[in-house]
């Protein structure tokens, strides 16, 4: 899949089948985080790959906008030091792994932004660091019909040169 293709088709998931991704998907999945760039290439980030169900379980408990994390068969929670361009640069290593991980017709959604203070303890995650968000990462339970997006129109968006000037 080009990379543009996966940008314009992939969508939120929160139901998943009951089926395990394979080692080497969700090793190329990670991967793509890890080899995101970052600010300075400070790479402030952790990655903890959880596939344990009734970790799962706790963790979608803690993370109350994502009861659907339970129903994953793998999570992995994107944990940052405190830093300056932490937030960004972790935002961008998700978006790969999200992206790495539906060109290979796997779904995931972002659960959290910040406040899962509970995840570090479930995790052991040392306090110095701060779980961002929780990825449950699946194959989709239902069709997803990529693509289909309710987007506002480019103009609306996007300006040439100067705020409100359309763009072509």
Known sequence: MEVFEAVR??????????????????????????LTGSSQNGQPWHFIVVRDRQMLQKIASAAGSGP????????VVVAIQDTRFAVSDASRAIQSMVLTAW????????????????VNDLLGIP????????????????????????????AEVASAGRFGRPFA
Do not use: C
């Open 68 to 75: 659907y994390i339970s129903q994953a068969p793998l999570a």
């Open 103 to 118: 060109e290979e017709g796997i779904g995931s959604n972002w659960v959290g932004f910040g406040g899962l203070t509970a």
């Open 127 to 154: 306090p110095e660091l701060e779980v961002l968000a929780v990825l449950p990462f699946g194959y989709p339970a239902q069709s997803t019909g990529r693509g289909r997006k309710r987007r506002k129109p480019l």
């Open 9 to 34: 088709t992939v969508l939120a998931v929160r139901k998943y089948q009951d089926k395990s991704v394979p080692d080497d998907l969700v090793r190329r999945i990670v991967e793509a985080g890890r």
